[in-house]
């Protein structure tokens, strides 16, 4: 097994959670807050948009099963790419499209991926940054669709690659 990893942030993380979870080659996701300057931040004060920090989820996948590429195509048809104020209702700084990157090569896939899309017609509003430090979320927002038994309120599956 070759264990790597992603972060993606793309709204509120409990619905890109909830979308990503079911793919093989995951082996563990982690909502939580990155990109931020505040060390150790809690939801609310997230929320609140005061500490730069975006909510994102991390996950950790088999590379052997499924590669970056595959995770980063879904991670731009399971929300708005071209929202550049949130998704859905969801507005403000802490729920940015944002990837951020491991190394070079998960930098030039994103890269990639952002062009099929804009040569498509989407205006891309996608960050892509480096990855920083990544703070879990409190226990309570871990799998929470699935200890709800709900379904996202503003992600939904919207194919843009062929």
Same mark, same amino acid.
């Given at each position: 097994m070759k264990r790597e990893k992603a972060i993606?942030?793309?709204?509120c993380f409990w619905g890109v959670e909830h979308l990503m979870q079911d793919q093989e080659g995951v082996l563990k996701?982690?909502?939580g807050y990155t990109g931020g300057h505040r060390q150790n931040p809690v939801y609310e004060e997230v929320c609140a948009g005061i500490t730069g920090h975006v909510e994102a989820i991390e996950i950790e996948y088999d590379a052997?099963? @499924?590669?970056?590429?595959?995770l980063a195509k879904l991670f731009f048809e399971i929300h708005d790419p071209t929202q550049g104020d949130g998704q859905g209702p969801d507005l403000g700084s802490q729920y940015l499209?944002? @990837?951020?990157?491991?190394?070079r090569e998960q930098r030039? @896939?994103?890269?990639?991926?952002?062009?099929?899309?804009?040569?498509?017609?989407f205006k891309i509003?996608?960050?892509?940054?480096?990855?920083?430090?990544f703070w879990p979320a409190e226990d309570?927002?871990?799998?929470?669709?699935?200890k709800k038994g709900t379904l996202p309120y503003c992600h939904a599956y919207t194919k843009r690659f062929d």
């Open positions: 993606f942030a793309g709204g996701l982690t909502v052997e099963r @499924i590669n970056f590429e595959t499209s944002t @990837i951020f990157y491991f190394n030039q @896939i994103a890269e990639k991926l952002i062009k099929v899309l804009e040569e498509k017609g509003t996608t960050q892509l940054r480096k990855a920083e430090t309570y927002h871990q799998n929470y669709y699935n």
